[in-house]
């Protein structure tokens, strides 16, 4: 496997070391006693304390010194997060391929994160040649650990057909899989299914329930398509009230046509409500956004 270049290791390791004189020793001297002495646990622990800024001020090159250190002696989580640093080039110079070399180690140790890490690098061609199939491979590795991005990742290519033959059933299994843990994009997309009758029976009503559940994390499209099932009594009740509402809250949170879109159907509604009809949705309004603190 491709080794980090040593030289970088080592410029990395003195310029970071000679900047963070003045903070070591607020880290737990018998943790960073055991970190220096070269135990990899007690090295990815002052990896994460700089990661973080526990017990000294964050510093994300620090963070990679002290994840190098660990991750060289094979400390799966270490070779995760030092993979991260790589991806977001953040304490380290931004460097796909590097990252996928680190994620791999992890992978292969069964780290669920790294596993997920590697397939969207080989999904979206990012450091390795795109593979679909490869990507496919990952995600089914760290969806049977349940993992939900992968779930939903892995649903996500099922329903278009890449690296896998195209079957919405299967985007349906793992859409579901990934909603029950509120991934709200997986929810989004499990509704569509059951809007568009996709790997499923067509249900209006359970395409309201997982729009419903995606428009209470803010999702936008959620929001709107929740209203427009309102305005037209698919799924739900119909209610210009609790369309109002949703559409409102949409038009609010995307951006661009999206949002010309959603503020069109929200004063379509608007023109049909009596004032009564419309403080009772501006109320509704005002109670989500209390609960959501927004």
């Not at 089914?140 to 278009?160: V, W, Y």
């Not at 195209?166 to 349906?172: I, M, R």
């Not at 843990?181 to 997982?210: C, I, M, R, S, T």
Request: glycine residues 8%; contains cysteine.
């Amino acid at each position: 496997m491709m080794q980090v270049p040593r030289i970088l290791a080592s410029l990395v390791a003195v310029c970071a070391l000679a900047a963070a004189a003045a903070q070591i020793s607020r880290i737990d001297p018998t943790l960073l006693g055991k970190a220096t002495a070269g135990d990899a646990q007690s090295q990815y622990q002052v990896g994460m304390d700089y990661l973080m800024g526990k017990s000294v001020p964050m510093d994300d090159t620090q963070a990679a010194v002290w994840f190098q250190k660990a991750a060289e002696q094979g400390h799966k989580q270490a070779e995760y997060q030092l993979g991260v640093l790589f991806h977001t080039g953040q304490g380290l110079p931004q460097d796909d391929a590097q990252a996928a070399n680190w994620f791999r180690r992890a992978a292969n140790q069964g780290v669920a994160e790294a596993q997920l890490a590697l397939g969207q690098l080989y999904d979206h061609g990012q450091g390795v040649p795109q593979d679909y199939p490869k990507a496919a491979d990952w995600y089914t590795k760290a969806a049977l650990q349940g993992n939900d991005e992968a779930e939903f990742d892995l649903g996500t290519l099922n329903a278009r057909g890449l690296g896998v033959p195209q079957d919405f059933t299967q985007a349906a299994y793992f859409y579901r899989k990934a909603a029950q843990q509120g991934n709200v994009e997986a929810q989004f997309n499990l509704g569509l299914l059951y809007d568009n009758g996709q790997g499923v029976a067509q249900d209006y009503k359970q395409a309201a329930l997982w729009y419903g559940k995606a428009a209470e994390q803010g999702l936008a499209r959620a929001q709107f398509n929740l209203g427009s099932m309102y305005v037209a009594g698919q799924g739900v009740p119909q209610d210009s009230v609790e369309a109002y509402k949703w559409l409102f809250l949409s038009a609010e949170n995307w951006i661009g046509f999206r949002q010309e879109q959603a503020a069109r159907a929200r004063d379509s509604v608007a023109a049909r409500l009596t004032p009564a009809q419309l403080e009772d949705a501006k109320s509704r309004i005002a109670k989500w956004k209390a609960a959501h603190h927004q």
